[in-house]
């Protein structure tokens, strides 16, 4: 594919999707009535009933058929379309105030892509994908907070990476996604101190998260006493938001922390199939870390 066909291309590709869609869908009830109709024609049901149910058992053929072929059909272009995301970025033309506009010698990017990468994404479709630092619409890209061309395509290069990542995630690829969620796995205080993060989506301080975790969780008064949950908690966020991240899950902004567009797309990608796994029996999140290691 040549590297400037990726809005083309992803406007085909988003068609099709949608249009899939709309073709595919569950067969039981109309396997169901075939059944049914089939038994009946083999008991010998002739004479003008036999000839309706012989042309309605055609009609539920070719319908489950069609609805087959586009179930097929949704998923290889489901997979075509994080091919694409996963390794080209949009046309785009040269920044003008806030704003990347589609590159004028090639199509804009439709609203339908932005439906269809959203739903593939989040499992709902969006017209917008937005971030703190920008926003991608069938508009353009806008990057509001940019000061000059540097910070601008700074931001430009963060976004396309987290929709790379994301791509390459779905694909089941090595994807710096799944690196960061086990990184974070492995800090048994910071991901509770995340979550609360995620959850609050605003700026919080280190006493606010513990104030906020204690509420949600009433083992944490039976299980650790405080200053050892404090002391491994603020060892804990040093790492998320230290230099050993190229894209940190974490910012610390004066003495409130807050979590960044890579880290929100982390926990939304990775939280909910992490948590289908086979595993121990979910409990809190304080439960299961001194089942694990023993209350002191």
Not at 16 to 43: C, F, H, M, Q, V
Request: hydrophobic fraction near 40%.
């Amino acid at each position: 594919m040549a590297r400037g066909s990726f809005n083309e291309r992803a406007n085909v590709l988003a068609a099709e999707y949608w249009k899939s869609k709309e073709r595919a869908g569950p067969t039981a009830n109309e396997k169901a009535r075939l059944d049914e109709i089939e038994r009946l024609l083999a008991r010998g049901i002739s004479g003008a009933l036999g000839m309706q149910l012989e042309k309605e058992a055609n009609e539920l053929r070719r319908v489950i058929e069609d609805k087959r072929t586009a179930s097929s059909n949704l998923v290889a272009v489901r997979r075509d379309l994080l091919d694409l995301v996963s390794d080209f970025a949009p046309s785009l033309d040269l920044r003008s105030g806030t704003m990347f506009s589609y590159d004028k010698d090639r199509e804009p990017l439709s609203e339908n892509y932005f439906r269809a990468i959203t739903e593939i994404f989040f499992g709902v479709p969006k017209i917008a994908i937005e971030f703190k630092t920008a926003v991608l619409s069938d508009k353009g890209i806008y990057i509001p907070n940019a000061e000059d061309d540097f910070a601008s395509l700074k931001s430009l290069n963060y976004v396309t990476t987290i929709l790379q990542e994301a791509a390459k995630k779905l694909l089941g690829r090595e994807n710096q996604i799944d690196r960061a969620w086990r990184r974070l796995r492995e800090k048994e205080y910071g991901f509770t101190a995340f979550e609360v993060l995620v959850n609050s989506d605003r700026t919080l301080s280190l006493s606010d998260i513990e104030k906020i975790r204690e509420g949600m969780d009433r083992e944490y008064q039976k299980l650790i006493h405080p200053e050892v949950y404090h002391k491994g908690l603020m060892q804990d966020l040093e790492y998320l938001i230290g230099d050993a991240w190229e894209h940190p899950l974490i910012k610390k902004r004066g003495d409130r922390f807050e979590v960044t567009d890579f880290g929100k797309w982390v926990w939304l990608i990775c939280k909910d199939k992490d948590e289908k796994k086979p595993a121990e029996k979910k409990a809190s999140g304080f439960g299961r870390l001194f089942r694990k290691k023993g209350a002191k």
